[in-house]
Nanobody, 119 residues
Framework: QVEVVESGGGLVQAGGSLRLSCAAS????????VDWYRQPPGQQRELVAQ???????DYADFVEGRFTISRDNAKNTVYLQMNSLKPEDTGVYYC?????????????WGQGTQVTVSS
């Protein structure tokens, strides 16, 4: 069984920074890719950033240049560094981890972490 936990959310003023963490634990052999999503209040969940097994990254246009996704393979953890935050970045941030575990390939979501950016 694989557990995914996001952390690092909170309340920050516009222009501030936060670093989110996405940690996978349990029967994890390797992590192939991780996607960060967010769900603004009253809106659909949207893709924010992705990182692959070889470290390649991709970002949504609305965070390009402000957010950075990175990974620590030894810790089975992926980070989302968020700088120059805007009120429209407010939402619940989720990560989706794709990897290989004791029972084969898996795709697991965390419970989300709340990010609130005040103006």
């Amino acid at each position: 069984q694989v557990e995914v936990v996001e952390s690092g959310g909170g309340l920050v003023q516009a222009g501030g920074s936060l670093r989110l963490s996405c940690a996978a634990s349990g029967s994890v052999f390797s992590i192939d890719g991780v996607d960060w999503y967010r769900q603004p209040p009253g809106q659909q969940r949207e893709l924010v950033a992705q990182i692959t097994s070889d470290g390649s990254t991709d970002y949504a246009d609305f965070v390009e240049g402000r957010f950075t996704i990175s990974r620590d393979n030894a810790k089975n953890t992926v980070y989302l560094q968020m700088n120059s935050l805007k009120p429209e970045d407010t939402g619940v941030y989720y990560c989706n981890v794709l990897g290989r575990g004791e029972l084969g390939r898996f795709g697991s979501w965390g419970q989300g972490t709340q990010v609130t950016v005040s103006s």
